[in-house]
């Protein structure tokens, strides 16, 4: 199997069609008025990083509609909730700043990518206001805009990701607990590994 290494032959195989002008001109600065509405309803963002050695991690980070608050045009803040301490994105972020983001809304087909810095704070008072039920954040990440844009709808209408009637029958897939149980190899039964890890929902969402 050959691959491709260098950027002319990358450009070589998508010579055509060349990138129009407004896929080009679409990249933003800084946040607008739809950017702000949009980040404003989505409960869901999707949070890209790497190491030091370029080790890459995606995370999930979802909450309320608007849980990621705007703080200005060039400033996004991302509380994070109760996990399971691995890290992974924060401490990606100290050794290498670098973030992409992609913000989704349910039911809507295009997203919202936005590319930047990100700082990780314990700040009080932006603790404080991204509380939810009186439960702060344990951390906040900031992200200082570099780009954003608008990505079209052409990968959600191939995947038809909103269409319930392409989704997969959950009761035809494994649970996590059976999954676990075998990938551990752990003793308990899948069902106790459920019930625990429900137990652990209902007490540490926020």
Same mark, same amino acid.
């Given at each position: 199997?050959?691959?491709? /290494?260098?950027?002319?032959?990358?450009?070589?195989?998508?010579k055509t069609p060349r990138p129009t002008?407004?896929?080009?001109?679409?990249?933003?600065?800084?946040l607008d008025g739809h950017c702000r509405s949009?980040?404003?309803?989505s409960p869901f963002v999707?949070?890209?990083?790497?190491?030091?050695?370029?080790?890459?991690?995606?995370t999930p980070k979802g909450d309320r509609p608007?849980?990621?608050?705007?703080?200005?045009? /060039?400033t996004i803040a991302i509380p994070d909730r109760p996990g399971n301490n691995r890290l992974d994105t924060l401490e990606n972020i100290l050794l290498n700043p670098s973030v992409g983001l992609l913000f989704l809304i349910p039911g809507m087909n295009e997203t919202l990518r936005v590319n930047g810095d990100a700082r990780i704070t314990v700040d009080t008072t932006l603790r404080e206001r991204l509380a939810v039920d009186g439960k702060e954040p344990q951390s906040v990440v900031v992200v200082t805009v570099k780009a954003a844009y608008m990505h079209c709808a052409k990968a959600f209408m191939?995947?038809?990701l909103w269409k319930p009637e392409t989704w997969y029958d959950r009761a035809t897939l494994p649970t996590l607990g !059976?999954?676990?149980?075998?990938q551990l190899a752990l003793a308990e039964t899948a069902g106790s590994i459920d019930r625990e890890l429900d !137990?652990?929902?209902?007490?540490?969402?926020?």
């Open positions: 199997m050959e691959f491709v /290494t260098t950027r002319d032959e990358l450009r070589a195989i998508y002008d407004g896929s080009i001109r679409k990249e933003l600065k800084a949009f980040i404003g309803k999707l949070i890209g990083s790497s190491d030091g050695a370029g080790n890459a991690d995606v608007g849980f990621a608050a705007v703080l200005d045009d /060039t191939r995947s038809d !059976q999954i676990l149980r075998d !137990q652990d929902y209902r007490k540490t969402l926020w």
